[in-house]
């Protein structure tokens, strides 16, 4: 069974950090692309990051970029979103998703592609 669990939110004041962690279990992860998406209240959901297992090759969102590291730990199966100097427009539920599967895993995947999502995890950045 194909599956994401995302932890590691919670309450942090401007500036601070977070890692958000992405457990995954089922999948042939060489031939799939894990990405974090996010979704603010009253706003679309929107791509932050994503990563190819096989050879680490990223994506970031243009607001994200410089501040926000996604690494993987091939061994554990994890996926991790590293978030630093956040701002109170980073607050959202943030969600790890996986698309694929692919021969060659494409960064960034086409958005339509993820088929596979956690239940999402609680980012809030106020003072």
């Known amino acids: 069974q194909r599956q994401l669990v995302e932890s590691g939110g919670g309450l942090v004041q401007p500036g601070g950090s977070l890692r958000l962690s992405c457990a995954t279990s089922g999948f042939s992860l060489d031939h799939y692309a894990i990405g974090w998406f996010r979704q603010a209240p009253g706003k679309e959901r929107e791509g932050v990051s994503c990563?190819?297992?096989?050879?680490?090759?990223?994506y970031y969102l243009d607001s994200v970029k410089g501040r926000f590291t996604i690494s993987r730990d091939n061994a554990k199966n994890m996926v991790y979103l590293h978030m630093n100097s956040l701002k109170p427009e980073d607050t959202a539920v943030y969600y790890c998703?996986?698309?694929?599967?692919?021969?060659?895993?494409?960064?960034?995947?086409?958005?339509?592609?993820?088929?596979?999502w956690g239940q999402g995890t609680q980012v809030t950045v106020s003072s």
């Open positions: 990563i190819r297992r096989s050879d680490g090759v990223t």
């Open positions: 998703a996986a698309a694929g599967p692919y021969p060659i895993v494409p960064i960034p995947p086409p958005p339509l592609d993820y088929d596979y």
